[in-house]
């Protein structure tokens, strides 16, 4: 009996899908046509793969055959097979390994969303340094009540947050919005404003209206997960720069620029999440001019919001015409209310209003109504300044206690980028961090497509309601940071 390529490369593989079937329905030979079958082989290759995941037949952190060898044993070209595998990884099922390998992914308690464990009924008593929350503080209850009774109390101002409105917003409402950021030192104008369900919203609304599937999305290659999630849902490829203590490497985006044309450039210039570093004055200006020379868009997020003698000039003055300039109030005044605000070039707006009207025709206008009372109160304004003084004390708590340590952070921003010693790796700490009683965030989520994933974790100042029990967390995690990671040897 003759033995043939594909015999030899069945047998090296450590899975495949159903033969019978596969052969049946997508093997050259097969009498059924095109008509009859219209689900791509790759697409096909991937839902086989789905379907042994859920059914246990894959186990998490199998690794699978490499794409020629099973492209051998399927008698498909390894192009199908790799198409495979990355609609796989758009799934969520598999994670490529640089080096490694395309492993079947490990879904832990840490993969959950972010909030999860809010929307949990009572907590376990952890110290949660895992989330970018606004600081707790009596004052916001205390002025948010009063902005609910003015609302309740203005039956005409009621009656109309009940109605369907405009998609942009109430212009009443959005001069209001105008104003508050003035104060605040950013100026913008109100005609070329609309106003999103929140920050995540105008990331979203912002990439579907610049972007169509398959253009190619940029960022830093350590960025907010909220857009590889977006990213991920519109199709888009997305891929990260480097970035050092400027910022994003412009250098390295004008290289890309020169091979590829990237749509639009996302980017967090004041304090990127996770690392809180500050793009520099003369990338911004590269930037900028990037963006005028290779025709891309830029989204500044502006949802980590710093104090005005922090900021730096914005990339929407810089490049008024191509900057879409994101704001929200989640990280000021609460999560909960889901209101925020994009400032666009006037030929943009069109699309990012089709884009909302599609979503959910507008931003809730009980909830907008709510957010500009608060603001006219100028209650807003006090807790936002007493935010900004808290977090900085909190910064520099977190620097005496973890002196020696190697992180990254802004002084006046919330999140802190730390590094982690010796042999440790940023699954095992999180895992270590939790039963000591603190949360923290591996780098995983925080990676753009399949770049080796840092020895790091982020943790936030923000969310312990007082300093004593931000002093208490940062403890707990200087002792696992000079003590060897449990239940393997160290040499």
């Known amino acids: 009996m003759t033995i043939t390529l594909r015999d030899k490369a069945q047998a090296r593989c450590s899975w495949l899908p159903d033969l019978d079937a596969w052969r049946a329905l997508h093997h050259p030979s097969s009498n059924r046509s095109a008509a009859d079958n ?4 790759y697409k096909a290759l991937a839902d086989a793969l789905a379907a042994a995941i859920q059914q246990g037949e894959l186990q998490p952190d199998t690794r699978l ?9 399927l008698e498909v070209t390894t192009g199908t097979v790799t198409r495979a595998y990355a609609e796989a990884e758009r799934r969520g099922l598999v994670e490529a390994r640089v080096g490694s ?3 079947v992914r490990v879904v832990q308690a840490d993969d959950r969303p972010d909030f999860y464990h809010l929307m949990a009924e009572g907590g376990d008593g952890s110290i949660d340094l895992s989330l970018s929350l606004m600081v707790p503080c009596p004052l916001r209850l205390q002025s948010l009540h009063q902005a609910m009774q003015q609302v309740a109390a203005d039956p005409q101002q009621l009656a109309a947050a009940l109605a369907y409105q405009s998609e942009r917003g109430q212009p009443r409402q959005l001069q209001v919005f105008a104003d508050w950021l003035q104060r605040l030192g950013v100026k913008v104008n109100p005609e070329q404003m ?3 369900d929140g920050g995540q ?3 979203f609304l912002s990439l579907q209206a610049l972007l169509a599937p398959g253009e190619l999305l940029v960022s830093d290659a350590l960025t907010y997960p909220g857009v590889i999630a977006a990213a991920r849902e519109l199709h888009l490829r997305h891929q990260g720069l480097p970035l050092d203590e400027e910022g994003l490497d412009t250098h390295a985006l004008e290289r890309l620029c020169q091979q590829q044309r990237p749509r639009a450039v996302y980017l967090m210039p004041d304090q990127n999440n996770p690392t809180g570093r500050v793009l520099s004055p003369a990338r911004r200006q590269h930037l900028a001019e990037l963006a005028e020379r290779y025709d891309f868009w830029i989204i500044e997020d502006a949802v980590q919001f710093l104090p005005p003698e922090f900021r730096l000039q914005r990339l929407a003055d810089l490049a008024p015409q191509r900057t879409l300039y994101l704001f929200s109030s989640s990280k000021i005044l609460a999560g909960g209310l889901r209101v925020g605000l994009i400032a666009a070039p006037a030929g943009i707006l069109p699309r990012l209003m089709a884009a909302l009207r599609a979503h959910c025709w507008m931003a809730p206008p009980l909830m907008v109504a709510l957010t500009c009372a608060w603001i006219e109160s100028g209650e807003t304004d006090r807790l936002l300044r007493w935010q900004w003084q808290e977090v900085q004390a909190r910064q520099q708590l977190l620097g005496e206690v973890l002196a020696g340590q190697v992180y990254s952070r802004h002084p006046a921003g919330f ?7 010796g042999d440790w790796r940023a699954g095992e700490f999180v895992r270590a961090a939790a039963d000591a009683g603190v949360r923290v965030l591996a780098a995983e989520p925080f990676c753009v497509g399949n770049q080796a994933v840092p020895r790091a974790v982020r943790l936030c100042v923000s969310p312990p309601a007082e300093r004593e ?10 002792h696992l940071l000079e003590s060897p990671p449990q239940g393997r040897a160290v040499f």
């Open 201 to 203: 919203h105008g990331i």
């Open 101 to 103: 390998g395309t492993y």
């Open 38 to 41: 219209k689900t791509p082989r």
């Open 194 to 196: 609309i106003i999103t």
């Open 65 to 73: 055959p490499p794409q020629r060898l099973l492209a051998d044993a």
């Open 469 to 478: 029990l931000l002093k208490e967390g940062l403890l707990r995690l200087k």
């Open 415 to 421: 999140v802190v980028w730390l590094s982690l010693p």
